[in-house]
């Protein structure tokens, strides 16, 4: 079946504009991941959803970031007034289960987001 | 706080040389360790290891999680160029949902 799809896969923006990036769980994953890859680093956690239960933005590096589950499926992460320090690989997964499972992460392909 | 280390941050072998990363943690009520391989962006899952599996081998790639030591290597025989990735480690604990990735090591095979 498919896997995790996100879009787009580039975007190069200007300081201080709004983008939005998209992901596309894999069909029948509950939870759904948000992280962030600056060059160098490891990935970084950003967001988790797990079905309709209150997202974990504990890793949101500021309020300029936020993130939308709609109907338990599609996600779209927001940042506000980009910056250049956020530029970097934004990666998705998608999983099974909830937090008291122990399940792999399938990670879509992300957007790399340029801030010039 | 959680903490992944990886170890070499970089490595450079020849075909066909076998290698060995690790992968050390510090994680509140350990619940699985991840592997994975980044090529280009997204992450392929490898393998997961858990307090009931802490051995797992598919192909070349082989992995062992030694929960006493608090540490995980991941070994690779007979490699080819087309190994040449970032290896990642991820440790799952259950102060969170989300998984702690160390720093990878990037592997980089010759012919």
């Known amino acids: 079946g498919a896997g995790v799809s996100q879009s787009p896969s580039n975007k190069v923006t200007e300081k201080g504009k709004d983008v939005e990036l998209r992901c596309d769980p894999i069909?029948?994953?509950?939870?759904l991941y948000w992280y962030r890859q600056s060059l160098g680093q490891g990935l970084e956690f950003l967001i988790y959803?797990?079905?309709?239960?209150?997202?974990?933005k504990s890793g949101l590096p500021s309020d300029r970031f936020s993130a939308e589950r709609t109907g338990g499926s599609v996600s779209t992460l927001t940042i506000q007034r980009t910056q250049q320090e956020d530029s970097a690989v934004y990666l998705c997964?998608?999983?099974?289960?909830?937090?008291?499972?122990?399940?792999?992460?399938?990670f879509g392909p992300g957007t790399r987001l340029t801030v010039t | 706080e959680d903490k992944v280390v990886q170890s070499p941050l970089s490595l450079v072998v020849h075909e066909g040389d076998t290698v060995t990363l690790n992968c050390s943690y510090e994680?509140?009520?350990?619940?699985?360790l991840l592997w994975y391989k980044q090529e280009k962006k997204a992450p392929t899952f490898l393998f997961m290891l858990?307090?009931?599996?802490i051995e797992k081998k598919s192909g070349r790639l082989s992995s062992i999680l030694d929960k006493k030591e608090l540490s995980s290597i991941l070994n690779i025989t007979a490699t080819q160029t087309g190994d040449s990735a970032i290896y990642l480690c991820?440790?799952?604990?259950?102060?969170?949902?989300?998984?702690?990735f160390g720093k990878g090591t990037s592997l980089l095979v010759t012919p």
């Open positions: 997964a998608s999983s099974f289960g909830a937090s008291s499972g122990t399940y792999e992460q399938y």
């Open positions: 069909s029948g994953h509950t939870a």
């Open positions: 959803f797990q079905g309709n239960s209150a997202p974990d």
């Open positions: 994680v509140t009520n350990f619940r699985s």
């Open positions: 858990t307090s009931s599996g």
């Open positions: 991820a440790v799952k604990g259950d102060s969170g949902y989300a998984l702690n």
